[in-house]
């Protein structure tokens, strides 16, 4: 098989965002905040747990373990929009039944499952590690589009708000998103290339339901919202 200079390909594989976290790459074109930006959503009495002064919910931190919370912290965040909910319900839902590990999603209206491999991967797999690591790719003709997902939620697509809604609910830890660009290959990939592509075009999302979030009951911790 020949190595290609592609994003997620053998060579130049993905490198994850960790969960909890925002790794995006600075000219990243949905780059901004992390859970920090939602801490003044929490409620007083629990702004002095593990993790205060951070810059995340440091749900490993937390003692109490309540499995399939992930709905009920959702539906208690008074500070999530209509789109996010609803967004977030239909991810859970597809993480639980037909992605597991998460997966490859699309914003832009000129790619698809069929095309998206011409842009990134290898022979239709995006590789988000070295091979000789265990499952280190996803299956790019099983990627998933928005405008398919507003469509079955009966909802009109917009790609920005789309990309709004999917971002807010990274930054409130309920999943975990790593933009398709070349600011988030593997570093090691990156120095087998002596000039890196310029090009800010991301090609789509890697989405993961962030684990703890489906352990961890926070549905207390909101501040009620304050009417306008």
Same mark, same amino acid.
């Given at each position: 098989?020949?190595?290609v200079i592609a994003?997620?390909?053998?060579?130049f594989?993905?490198k994850?965002?960790?969960?909890?976290g925002?790794?995006?790459?600075?000219?990243?074109?949905?780059?901004?905040?992390?859970?920090?930006t939602?801490?003044?959503?929490l409620n007083?009495k629990?702004?002095?747990?593990p993790?205060?002064?951070?810059?995340?919910l440091?749900?490993y931190?937390?003692?109490?373990d309540?499995?399939?919370?992930?709905v009920t /912290? %959702?539906i208690s965040n008074?500070h #999530?929009?209509?789109l996010e909910?609803?967004?977030?319900?239909y991810?859970?839902? &597809?993480?639980?039944?037909?992605?597991p590990?998460?997966?490859?999603?699309?914003l832009?209206?000129?790619?698809n499952?069929?095309n998206?491999g011409?842009?990134?991967?290898?022979d239709?797999?995006?590789?988000h590690?070295?091979?000789s690591?265990?499952?280190?790719?996803?299956?790019?003709?099983?990627a998933?589009?928005?405008? /398919? %997902?507003m469509?079955?939620?009966h #909802?009109e697509y917009?790609?920005?708000?789309?990309?709004?809604?999917?971002l807010? &609910?990274?930054?409130?830890?309920?999943?975990?998103?790593t933009?398709i660009g070349?600011?988030?290959?593997?570093a090691r990939a990156a120095?087998n290339?002596?000039?890196l592509?310029k090009e800010?075009?991301?090609?789509?999302?890697?989405?993961?339901l962030y684990p703890?979030?489906?352990e961890?009951d926070i549905?207390?911790y909101?501040?009620?919202?304050?009417r306008?």
């Amino acid at each position: 098989m020949t190595d290609v200079i592609a994003i997620g390909s053998e060579a130049f594989p993905l490198k994850l965002t960790a969960h909890g976290g925002s790794e995006y790459s600075k000219n990243s074109l949905i780059n901004s905040g992390d859970f920090s930006t939602h801490r003044a959503n929490l409620n007083e009495k629990h702004m002095k747990l593990p993790h205060e002064k951070g810059t995340f919910l440091n749900f490993y931190k937390l003692k109490q373990d309540e499995p399939l919370s992930f709905v009920t /912290n %959702v539906i208690s965040n008074p500070h #999530l929009s209509v789109l996010e909910i609803k967004l977030a319900l239909y991810l859970y839902d &597809l993480f639980q039944f037909e992605m597991p590990e998460g997966g490859v999603f699309l914003l832009d209206k000129g790619l698809n499952a069929d095309n998206v491999g011409k842009f990134v991967g290898t022979d239709d797999f995006l590789y988000h590690s070295f091979p000789s690591e265990s499952q280190p790719m996803f299956d790019l003709g099983e990627a998933v589009h928005f405008q /398919n %997902v507003m469509k079955a939620l009966h #909802l009109e697509y917009s790609e920005a708000e789309v990309r709004h809604a999917v971002l807010n &609910l990274h930054n409130f830890s309920y999943i975990t998103v790593t933009e398709i660009g070349w600011g988030n290959i593997q570093a090691r990939a990156a120095r087998n290339i002596t000039n890196l592509p310029k090009e800010n075009r991301i090609y789509g999302l890697v989405i993961q339901l962030y684990p703890m979030m489906d352990e961890k009951d926070i549905s207390s911790y909101w501040k009620p919202k304050e009417r306008d």
